[in-house]
Structure formats: C-alpha cells, structure tokens
C-alpha cells in the first residue's frame, strides 16, 4: 500500500464535514471551561456523570459494559468502561494531560512599586516569555483557606468586567531591549501582573496602593494576605477559544496541549459501548515540567485504579494480576505534535513532519538529540495500531518532533512504557504550540476521536 499523507478536506463529503464541525462545538465549550488543571477536572466529571457514569469507590463490583470514572486530588481523572474480556488480558488506555504552559503566582504574589500594585509570577512549563506581555490575561486557580475551604476563582476572562497585563517596554525606548536575545528581553523576574493603581483613601499604610487591593479581596472574597501562601492561582491568557480562518477550519485557542487530545480522549471513552477489553481514558497533570508528582503520570494513580478496577471484577487484586494486566495492555500516549509550518520551513523534515489536516499524527519515537528520553514503540505495536486506525477509516500519518538535532520533546509515554504497557505517541499536529493562543485544525480534533473511539473498540 502507497504511503500518503492526506489532507482530510480534500473530497470530505458533507457528512464528514458536519459530524467535524459538530465535534468542535463540544471541544470549544470544553476548552473555555477548563482552563487549568482544575478546571477540566471538574468539566470532565460533569461530562462523565452527563454520560452516566459513577464514581469507581460507589460500585461493590463491577461487569462487563459498567460505567466508572475516579478523581486523583482534584488534578487528575480517570474513567473506565468495563470489557467482556478478564483485566488480566490487558487492556485499552488512551493517556493526556490537562495541565498547560502557563505563569502561576508566587506564594507571597502581591507587592506595589511607584503607585502600582502587582503580582509575582514563576512561569509553568516552555515558554516564550515575550509573548505573555501585553495580551489580557486571567487570574484562574483556588485559594484553600486555614480551615479548610475552598474558593474557585475565574477572573479576568473576555465577557469579564476586568482583565490583567504584563506591561511591555514601548518600542520608543526599546533600543537596548531589542538588541537582547528572545530569551532574555523579558526577563522571568519581570513578569509581574498590573492588579491596580489606585490608593487606599484615608489610610495610614506606607503601602496603600497593595492595601487597596487587600482590601477588594477581602471584600469580594473574604480573604487575607496570608490565604495566597495556600493558593494555586494561574495566570492564563483571557481569551475565549474560537474558530479561527474565515473557513472555519480551525480552532485558536489557549491550552489546546494537550485539551486538544484531552476531550477526544474523554469523549470517546464516554461513547464507548460493552468493549471487548476494558477502555481506560487518563487524564495527567505536570505534563509540561516532567510528570513528576502524585497527579503527574509518574505516580501510582495508575496502578491504583486498576487495583481499584482488578478487585472488583472478579481478579484478584495482587500484585502478579496487576502486572499481568499492565503486560499485556496498549496504550496510546495522547499528546500534540508539531505541524508543519512554511513560515519557518528550516527546522522541519517535510516528509517526517505533522500536517495540519491530514488527521491524528503518530509517533512511533518522540525524544531529542539521538532520541533521548524517547519511548521508542516497538513496531509490533505500530502494526496493531495502524491496522486498527485504517480499519476503522481513520485519517492519520506518521510524525516526529522538527529536523534531527533541531530540538525535540517527549511526553508521559516512557512512563506508562515503564510500566510494561506497549505504549505508542499520537495526537494532533499543532501550529504555535505552547503560545497564548495555539492553532488546531478541526479536521485532525475529529480524526482523534474516531481514532481513540476504534482503539477503545478493538477486537
Ligand atoms: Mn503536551
Ligand atoms: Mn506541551
């Protein structure tokens, strides 16, 4: 069989055409509630329990076609759609993470500097920090109070009556500024979010214009100063996520790494009926600085809800049944990948690379320099998987990370590989990845799905 890279549009019937444009709603509405970590917990469960679903801890047992999802401390999520076959046969887990690039606020945020009040930022994950200045952005995260409760916070967001910035240096006085590398013209110390510039009226304090801010939290939220040392508050881009080209073939968005392999990964689980082998969807936090963590797809969560899942179905919940289970099971690592992208040509290998609109791309190595840190799928693997997807219809085409020696990047493969899951890459090609507002073509949101849908499916 020739081996072609396709572009999904090309001779798309109607059909095709609606069934990717009605998936994109979903996925929109989805990106513009979870912004955080958090967030698509929460958007996940309500998908979940929508969809009939309950949680794993209410069930005694378990049977074949049963409905279960588990929550990992409030950042990472798991469902489960129980298979006809026994656990200890393996089986089908598609794994993403929901945590993104970002500016998350220090433990001691607010100060004020020349009748300015501020917030300290320590950034999250790769990113170009000259591009989070100057575009509005949002306060999103909890504060967990002394006693024990907890507030949700969502402020600043487009529709919103106030927004935030990072100010930048006008180009007027820019001259030493721009002679600087990319990397270092904002410095990460710098990017400090503009909260306020008014002073407290009346008031004693040295520092009225951080007072005044203390005292709008304290109003609107009943908090003190003290209350951010156990917040987790992340600055994120304001925007809404919408279709982007007068086509309305793709969708802008900020977080699509990995939301953009999240959704099609819940919603496929979600839509799974009485699978062969038990469908596993998971959903990881800490992607973006290493995975590491108890909510990071380094931890035990795993191993934990399939102990949870082996004892309830009839297996023993041991240490040999777990491991048998782990050996014999498949995974995809669902995570994006670059897109080919003309604009910068140089560090991409045409013929190696992702394409924007030619479906899910598949890595079967990830890595960099040599592929280092990469989960190199055994080609066994690779078989099975691109039988199922070309079986099933799915658009797909295989791709790795730029040029040899351009740079690289891995994802949470290598550590359910760790495991002794035969675990392979894939997701969607992505343009501006790790920006503010990242670019993913509709069509390739679809073919994740029906691919993740056939995987959960197979025989
Ligand atoms: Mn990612
Ligand atoms: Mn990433």
Redesign the pocket.
């Given at each position: 069989m020739k081996y072609e890279i396709k572009n999904g549009w090309t001779d798309a019937s109607e059909e095709l055409k609606k069934a990717v444009y009605d998936f994109s709603v979903g996925y929109v509405d989805f990106l513009n509630k979870g912004k955080t970590e958090r967030e698509c917990v929460d958007a996940a469960v309500e998908l979940a329990e929508a969809a009939g679903f309950k949680p794993l801890s209410s069930f005694a047992g378990l049977k074949a076609g049963d409905k279960v999802y588990a929550v990992n401390k409030h950042k990472g999520f798991a469902a489960a759609v129980i298979g006809k076959k026994p656990m200890t046969e393996g089986i089908g887990i598609v794994g993403s993470h929901i945590d993104s690039?970002r500016l998350d606020l220090k433990q001691n945020p607010l100060y004020e500097a020349d009748e300015m009040a501020f917030l300290k930022t320590h950034y999250y994950?790769g990113i170009k920090k000259y591009q989070w200045t100057a575009i509005p952005l949002a306060i999103h995260g909890v504060i967990v109070k002394q006693n024990g409760e907890t507030l949700k916070i969502a402020l600043g967001d487009e529709g919103d009556d106030v927004t935030f910035v990072i100010t930048d240096l006008l180009p007027h006085l820019g001259n030493s500024q721009m002679s600087k590398p990319a990397h270092s013209f904002i410095e990460g110390e710098n990017l400090n979010v503009l909260v306020g510039s008014m002073p407290l009226g009346g008031s004693e304090d040295d520092k009225k214009f951080k007072a005044n801010i203390l005292r709008l939290l304290e109003e609107k939220y009943a908090i003190d100063e003290e209350d951010f040392t156990s917040a987790e508050l992340e600055i994120v881009p304001a925007f809404k996520a919408k279709d982007l080209g007068l086509d309305r073939s793709m969708i802008g968005a900020y977080g699509h790494?990995?939301r953009v392999c999240s959704y099609p990964n819940l919603r496929a689980l979600l839509d799974a009926e009485a699978p062969e082998y038990t469908a596993l969807c998971l959903l990881t936090d800490k992607e973006?600085v290493g995975s590491m963590g108890n909510t990071g797809a380094k931890s035990r969560f795993l191993e934990l809800v399939i102990l949870e899942l082996l004892s309830r179905t009839g297996s023993s919940a041991d240490a040999l049944s777990l491991n048998r289970c782990l050996d014999r099971s498949l995974c995809l690592s669902a995570d994006v990948s670059a897109a080919y992208d003309p604009n910068f040509a140089s560090v991409y290998e045409k013929n190696n690379s992702g394409r924007m609109n030619c479906g899910i791309a598949v890595s079967k190595y990830t890595g960099s320099r040599g592929k280092g840190g990469s989960n190199d799928a055994p080609a066994e693997l690779m078989a099975k998987v691109r039988k199922i997807f070309n079986e099933a219809g799915v658009l797909w085409h295989t791709a790795e990370l730029g040029k040899v020696d351009e740079g690289g990047g891995g994802t949470i493969a290598q550590f359910v590989a760790d495991l002794g899951v035969d675990t392979i890459d894939c997701g969607v090609p992505m343009l501006s990845m790790?920006s503010p507002f990242e670019v993913a073509g509709k069509m390739d949101v679809y073919q994740c799905y029906k691919a993740f849908s056939a995987f959960f499916d197979r025989k």
């Open positions: 690039p994950g790494d990995d973006e790790h």
